[in-house]
Antibody, heavy 123, light 107 residues
Framework: QLQLQESGPGLVRPSETLSLTCTVS??????????WGWIRQPPGKGLEWIGS???????YYNPSLKSRVTISADTPKNQFSLKLSSVTAADTAIYFC???????????????WGQGTLVTVSS | EIVLTQSPATLSLSPGERATLSCRAS??????LGWYRQKPGQAPRLLIY???NRATGTPARFSGSGSGTDFTLTISSLEPEDFAVYYC?????????FGGGTRVEIK
């Protein structure tokens, strides 16, 4: 059974960089059938797609965040990571990692999700 | 960016009743629209993909319809676990976008 688990600091200072890792078990991120993505959800609000990556490094980002986001893949560790720079209070959210089909180059739905991790931006 | 507008924001119904949720796209997404259910404290779960296809494990009481800009998720008879928030998502264009959600609450 595929499982995804987010990890990283729960508190980040304003203007600093948010860094999260998603560890995948029960499957390989090198599987060419899938993309791996990050989605976030401010407390009590809706979902926002951040970006998605293929194991080879091909990635797509939400234009609203693109200047601040980097998503990378570490195939030996079976992990992928999110870095979001210059954070503000508006970046406070639950961050989810998830899997999508690679059929349409990653432009797909998310069928497996991590449980999510709350990241608060505050001094 | 394709904007998805869900209505109503909140739907108050009783167990056993039929629920009809709407998602409208700012431009055509063909059939490339999916639906998720999110229970409190949990990640979303994919229910319907490409407008009308049930994802693996989705109960038959869930059905989706629509194409172009107007889509509907119907729950034929609400079970206790269906009182949750529902989101639509389009995969027609980058960036992937989600609707604002419809909360189905117990009346």
């Amino acid at each position: 059974q595929l499982q995804l688990q987010e990890s990283g600091p729960g508190l980040v200072r304003p203007s600093e960089t948010l860094s999260l890792t998603c560890t995948v078990s029960g499957g390989s991120i090198s599987n060419t059938d899938f993309y791996w993505g990050w989605i976030r959800q401010p407390p009590g609000k809706g979902l926002e797609w951040i970006g998605s990556i293929f194991y080879s490094g091909n990635s797509y980002y939400n234009p609203s965040l693109k200047s601040r986001v980097t998503i990378s893949a570490d195939t030996p560790k079976n992990q992928f990571s999110l870095k979001l720079s210059s954070v503000t209070a508006a970046d406070t959210a639950i961050y989810f990692c998830a899997r999508s089909s690679g059929y349409s180059g990653g432009r797909e739905y998310f069928d497996y999700w991590g449980q999510g991790t709350l990241v608060t931006v505050s001094s | 960016e394709i904007v998805l507008t869900q209505s109503p924001a909140t739907l108050s119904l009783s167990p056993g009743e039929r629920a009809t949720l709407s998602c409208r796209a700012s431009q055509s997404v063909s059939i490339y629209l999916g639906w998720y259910r999110q229970k409190p404290g949990q990640a979303p779960r994919l229910l319907i993909y490409d407008a009308s296809n049930r994802a693996t494990g989705t109960p038959a009481r869930f059905s989706g319809s629509g194409s172009g800009t107007d889509f509907t998720l119907t729950i034929s008879s609400l079970e206790p676990e269906d009182f949750a928030v529902y989101y639509c998502q389009q995969r027609s264009n980058w960036p992937l976008t989600f609707g604002g959600g419809t909360r189905v609450e117990i009346k």
